[in-house]
């Protein structure tokens, strides 16, 4: 078979027709925010297009390598709910997809851009200015001007590298939909090495190559690739390709001069679920870090954002990270979610607080729910469940409901008949009953409630009120605690 047969049989598998769009993440053992938003929006691009969302694993930088980093891309994004139709684990017409098990794809493209004079062998380890450190004299490659027929002789045994003919005249131009003309003179550009040593393809070679054979339509990309855009021009051009479209979005950044960066101690995308923010809420965050919806409207689910999203809100401004924001977000979601999908969420984190097998989790995930801004709040929250803290007697005294110790006595001691007696323990048959005994002593509630408060959790500040904390205690548990508060309020009036 001859190159050029080789070459139209692989165009005749490339899947045509209806938008594809890729996630392309090298493995790297974590998900930057900046990812993960660029793999939102390549999945919002497809389906809010109707079109297909392809998963695409690059790592071919060996060197680099992090182990299970690349099935720690594929949980997370399932997790987020970012569901691609081709990928690794779900396979697709165009496998496999994963770079380091395409390695024998690549060479005969390199070859065959030498046949057509596009690329050359080079074998004398050339370092071009691109490759150094410092920019010295632009020297041509002495390879460049070997003899096309013979260099393909000697690399079937000499060790090389092979690189782009980069042409020295003229100018290249790459379009992007949200950079607009990206040009630069081709005499700055390098012969950039597409095929290395070790046979493997450099990153922008392997890329060009698999966004074509993959029907690939629309790049999303971060910003840090925007200066290699023009050399693919150059690849697409020379391949007699069309090149997909290009839309770079603007870096995240942490404050006004540098980008948001783990080094720095910046989260990742895990580092921000590990505190205790939701993925939805991340992802609706991250959203609009670089894209607007045009309006006031803030809160999308990700089926919302499947239906409004446009590549034209897209801004090249780059974006602040503001995570007092993302807070204010992930509370809306958490106080959005259903009383039973919040109880799954918080089990964990209640259990770590709340050690007996019969405790109620349904009753504390009521509690927590309306109060709660990170999933990571929980166990202080609830800390005063398994055991009373040890607390002082100070916090009986409030001010504005103008109660002290003395009259917090007084309210427990006349409580404590009242809550033995009640026929049913329930949030609302304690919270009515100090309200009566309320009303007779023609006292405000708080008078009563705030001493139930601190007797039965030892805290100021609790999630629910006091007749909410007393039912999920139980009868018990709560008179105990009362009778202990009225002990010590005793002990301090003799
Ligand atoms: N593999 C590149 C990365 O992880 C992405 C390249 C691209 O999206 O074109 O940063």
Same mark, same amino acid.
Not at 72 to 100: C, N
Not at 341 to 363: M, Q, T
Not at 415 to 434: E, F, H, K, N, Q
Not at 455 to 484: F, H, M, N, Q, Y
């Given at each position: 078979?001859?190159?050029?047969?080789?070459?139209?049989?692989?165009?005749?598998?490339?899947?045509?027709?209806? @938008?594809? %769009?890729?996630?392309? !993440?090298?493995?790297?053992? =974590?998900?930057? *925010?900046?990812?993960? /938003?660029? #793999?939102? +929006?390549?999945?919002?691009?497809?389906?809010?297009?109707?079109?297909?969302?392809?998963?695409?694993?690059?790592?071919?930088?060996?060197?680099?390598?992090?182990?299970?980093?690349?099935?720690?891309?594929?949980?997370?994004?399932?997790?987020?709910?970012?569901?691609?139709?081709?990928?690794?684990?779900?396979?697709?017409?165009?496998?496999?997809? @994963?770079? %380091?098990?395409?390695? !024998?794809?690549?060479?005969? =493209?390199?070859? *065959?851009?030498?046949? /057509?004079? #596009?690329? +050359?062998?080079?074998?004398?380890?050339?370092?071009?200015?691109?490759?150094?450190?410092?920019?010295?004299?632009?020297?041509?490659?002495?390879?460049?001007?070997?003899?096309?027929?013979?260099?393909?002789?000697?690399?079937?045994?000499?060790?090389?590298?092979?690189?782009?003919?980069?042409?020295?005249?003229?100018?290249?131009?790459?379009?992007?939909?949200?950079?607009?003309?990206?040009?630069?003179?081709?005499?700055?550009?390098?012969?950039?090495?597409?095929?290395?040593?070790?046979?493997?393809?450099?990153?922008?070679?392997?890329?060009?190559?698999?966004?074509?054979?993959?029907?690939?339509?629309?790049?999303?990309?971060?910003?840090?690739?925007?200066?290699?855009?023009?050399?693919?021009?150059?690849?697409?051009?020379?391949?007699?390709?069309?090149?997909?479209?290009?839309?770079?979005?603007?870096?995240?950044?942490?404050?006004?001069?540098?980008?948001?960066?783990?080094?720095?101690?910046?989260?990742?995308?895990?580092?921000?679920?590990?505190?205790?923010?939701?993925?939805?809420?991340?992802?609706?965050?991250?959203?609009?870090?670089?894209?607007?919806?045009?309006?006031?409207?803030?809160?999308?689910?990700?089926?919302?954002?499947?239906?409004?999203?446009?590549?034209?809100?897209?801004?090249?401004?780059?974006?602040?990270?503001?995570?007092?924001?993302?807070?204010?977000?992930?509370?809306?979601?958490?106080?959005?979610?259903?009383?039973?999908?919040?109880?799954?969420?918080?089990?964990?984190?209640?259990?770590?607080?709340?050690?007996?097998?019969?405790?109620?989790?349904?009753?504390?995930?009521?509690?927590?729910?309306?109060?709660?801004?990170?999933?990571?709040?929980?166990?202080?929250?609830?800390?005063?469940?398994?055991?009373?803290?040890?607390?002082?007697?100070?916090?009986?005294?409030?001010?504005?409901?103008?109660?002290?110790?003395?009259?917090?006595?007084?309210?427990?001691?006349?409580?404590?008949?009242?809550?033995?007696?009640?026929?049913?323990?329930?949030?609302?048959?304690?919270?009515?009953?100090?309200?009566?005994?309320?009303?007779?002593?023609?006292?405000?509630?708080?008078?009563?409630?705030?001493?139930?408060?601190?007797?039965?959790?030892?805290?100021?500040?609790?999630?629910?009120?006091?007749?909410?904390?007393?039912?999920?205690?139980?009868?018990?548990?709560?008179?105990?605690?009362?009778?202990?508060?009225?002990?010590?309020?005793?002990?301090?009036?003799?």
């Amino acid at each position: 078979m001859t190159s050029q047969q080789w070459f139209d049989d692989m165009e005749a598998k490339i899947p045509r027709g209806g @938008v594809r %769009s890729r996630f392309a !993440p090298s493995p790297t053992g =974590y998900m930057h *925010l900046g990812g993960m /938003r660029t #793999a939102l +929006y390549a999945y919002l691009i497809a389906k809010s297009l109707g079109g297909t969302f392809i998963l695409r694993i690059e790592d071919t930088d060996q060197a680099r390598l992090v182990e299970g980093a690349a099935e720690m891309i594929l949980r997370t994004l399932r997790d987020a709910g970012l569901r691609y139709d081709e990928g690794p684990d779900v396979g697709g017409p165009v496998p496999p997809y @994963v770079q %380091s098990e395409r390695k !024998p794809l690549y060479r005969p =493209y390199a070859e *065959l851009l030498c046949e /057509r004079g #596009a690329a +050359y062998y080079c074998f004398c380890g050339h370092v071009s200015h691109e490759e150094r450190d410092h920019e010295d004299a632009d020297v041509d490659d002495p390879c460049r001007a070997l003899d096309p027929t013979e260099a393909q002789k000697r690399a079937a045994t000499e060790p090389h590298v092979i690189r782009m003919k980069t042409p020295r005249e003229g100018s290249t131009t790459l379009h992007d939909e949200v950079f607009g003309d990206i040009t630069v003179e081709n005499k700055t550009l390098d012969d950039m090495v597409l095929l290395k040593s070790d046979g493997l393809p450099t990153y922008n070679f392997a890329n060009v190559i698999d966004d074509h054979l993959m029907g690939i339509t629309h790049v999303l990309r971060g910003a840090e690739y925007i200066s290699s855009a023009p050399k693919y021009t150059l690849l697409y051009d020379a391949l007699g390709w069309k090149n997909p479209v290009y839309i770079t979005v603007s870096s995240i950044m942490r404050d006004e001069r540098q980008k948001l960066s783990k080094r720095l101690g910046d989260p990742t995308y895990d580092d921000l679920l590990a505190e205790g923010y939701l993925p939805g809420a991340v992802l609706n965050y991250i959203a609009l870090l670089g894209w607007s919806p045009g309006g006031e409207r803030e809160i999308f689910s990700l089926s919302e954002l499947e239906g409004v999203f446009s590549i034209s809100g897209i801004s090249r401004s780059p974006a602040l990270f503001d995570k007092t924001k993302l807070r204010y977000f992930n509370a809306e979601y958490i106080r959005a979610t259903t009383a039973e999908d919040f109880a799954g969420l918080a089990e964990p984190y209640i259990r770590r607080a709340v050690h007996s097998p019969d405790a109620d989790i349904n009753a504390l995930a009521e509690l927590i729910q309306p109060r709660c801004e990170l999933l990571t709040e929980i166990p202080e929250m609830i800390d005063f469940i398994d055991a009373l803290p040890e607390y002082s007697t100070q916090l009986f005294v409030h001010k504005k409901s103008k109660t002290d110790e003395r009259i917090s006595l007084d309210m427990l001691r006349r409580l404590t008949p009242v809550l033995t007696a009640l026929p049913d323990w329930t949030r609302g048959d304690i919270y009515a009953a100090c309200e009566t005994l309320a009303a007779e002593l023609e006292a405000k509630n708080a008078l009563v409630m705030w001493p139930l408060r601190i007797a039965v959790s030892g805290k100021a500040v609790t999630p629910g009120g006091a007749a909410e904390i007393a039912a999920v205690l139980g009868r018990e548990e709560s008179l105990r605690r009362i009778d202990a508060a009225i002990d010590r309020l005793q002990a301090l009036q003799a």
